[in-house]
Every structure is written in C-alpha cells, then in structure tokens.
C-alpha cells in the first residue's frame, strides 16, 4: 500500500490553542492538514477526506471528545485510522480502551507528537 498519496491529518478539538499548536507541529512534520470542531459532521469528514491520523483532543469521561472517540472506533469505514487523544489528565488507560491508538499528555511537546504519529503510522502500515 502506498501511504504517501494520502498525507493528511486531521486535527479535531474544541480549544483554539490545542488546533493551533497541533497545525503547527503537523506542519512541520509534513504532513497536510484539516481541522475540524466537536460540532461539525466528524464521521462524514473522516469518510470523505480519509486522513492518514486523527488527533483528537479529549477531555474527562462524559465530555464530547471521548463520545466522538467511540463514534469514530466503531464505525466501520473510519475505524481504521489512527487516533492520538490528547488530554490534561493521565488518561492514557481509558484512551486505549476506547481506541485512541496511542495518547498524549498536554501540554504536548513537539518531539513526543512527531514520535507518536511516527509509530502509529508505522503500525498501520505494517499490517
């Protein structure tokens, strides 16, 4: 499979500054990016546009990001990207049991983004 004909990532959260960060950190990593808010139709932008990741800005348990987590794991066409959640609290355990592929701790490093999306990327690829 080539990956390299697809180099989107997608950039989904509700805080302004966790968007313009990540846009930042995508940038620079090479990749090309669409960013979208919790309102928007997540599921049909992902089927339309089928980024190579999705980061995800996830907050605690009952907030929308962890909804659109779930929404995005089962459903079947978009349920094969990869997702980093991002967060403020240590919520790695609950990320990975609702699917996220790997998660970040905010406030997120440049460095510790690009080795996450490095490695997700190189997992998906191996299968």
């Given at each position: 499979?080539?990956?390299?004909?697809?180099?989107?990532?997608?950039?989904?959260g509700g805080d302004s500054h966790f968007s313009y960060l990540l846009q930042r950190y995508v940038r620079r990593s090479a990749y090309k990016i669409i960013t979208a808010n919790y309102g928007e139709d997540l599921l049909t932008l992902a089927r339309c546009k089928k980024p190579v990741a999705i980061v995800l800005e996830v907050e605690q348990p009952e907030a929308i990001g962890w909804r659109i987590l779930r929404d995005l794991k089962t459903d079947p066409e978009v349920g094969i990207i990869p997702v980093i959640a991002c967060s403020w609290l240590d919520e790695e355990a609950p990320a990975l049991a609702e699917g996220a592929d790997t998660h970040l701790r905010m406030p997120i490093l440049y460095a510790d983004f690009k080795v996450a999306l490095e490695t997700i990327l190189m997992k998906k690829y191996e299968k």
């Open positions: 499979m080539d990956h390299t004909s697809n180099n989107l990532v997608m950039i989904v």
